[in-house]
């Protein structure tokens, strides 16, 4: 079956180290997207890219980097820059126009990669 | 800018009991309204949505109308169950744009 998936599922960073989230989807989307999830808030937009080799800048891209050298992956870097990095991130992606011609949506989710620090 | 607003949970019921879990939103021009629904340690689901002012989404007994006059797209279920018992999450996108805007989510719990 045609999903995304996210790994690990949980993944634990120590102080001063980068660490990768790795996400993958099998549904042919061109579009896919990385979120923050914290405990009581919505999600916020960290990266999006719309295509292969391209990617944008979301609401809190501070501390993270993404690479998009695959249509069907896109990690996630956190870097040792972002101060607070334990939360749960979520990954998506989207097909092209449905018939009515929004671009982006639905979006499809991965279950997540929850990241504690040590 | 685009934001939505989300009635606070959490939000308790009975079993069979009516749910409503209010949503309005504000965006310009003519954005597409979505419910996501999160069951404990898994990703969004997307639950239903509506593209235009009137639509009506359903989907599993769930039902949100897209009200411009009102600007809210509340989600409402006749009869809930246990099974129902995850964190709601509304959302809209703007027509031709990438990025979803969510509400911070409302957590239901439903008791036998």
């Known amino acids: 079956d045609g999903g995304i998936t996210q790994s690990p599922k949980y993944l634990f960073r120590k102080e001063g180290q980068n660490v990768t989230l790795s996400c993958e989807q099998n549904l042919n989307h061109d579009a896919m997207y990385w979120y923050r999830q914290d405990p009581g808030q919505g999600l916020r937009l960290i990266y999006y890219?719309?295509?292969?080799?391209?990617?944008q800048k979301g609401d809190i891209a501070e501390g993270y980097s993404v690479s998009r050298e695959k249509k069907e992956s896109f990690p996630l870097t956190v870097t040792s820059a972002q101060k607070n990095p334990t939360a749960f991130y979520l990954c998506?992606?989207?097909?092209?126009?449905?018939?009515?011609?929004?671009?982006?949506?639905?979006?499809?989710f991965g279950d997540g990669t929850r990241l504690s620090i040590l | 800018g685009n934001s939505v607003t989300q009635m606070e949970g959490p939000v308790t019921l009975s079993e069979e009991a009516f749910l409503t879990i209010n949503c309005t939103y504000t965006?310009?021009?003519?954005?597409?309204l979505f419910w996501y629904v999160q069951y404990p340690g898994e990703g969004l689901q997307l639950l239903l949505k509506a593209t235009k002012a009137d639509d009506k989404g359903s989907n599993k007994g769930f039902e949100a109308t897209y009200r411009k006059e009102t600007t809210s797209f509340h989600l409402e279920k006749g009869s809930v169950q246990v099974s129902d018992s995850a964190v709601y999450f509304c959302a809209l996108i703007q027509t031709g744009a990438n990025n979803l805007f969510f509400g911070t989510g409302t957590r239901l719990t439903v008791i036998p």
């Open positions: 890219s719309q295509i292969v080799n391209d990617f």
């Open positions: 998506a992606s989207s097909g092209p126009k449905d018939r009515v011609g929004v671009f982006g949506q639905p979006q499809h």
């Open positions: 965006a310009t021009g003519y954005p597409s």
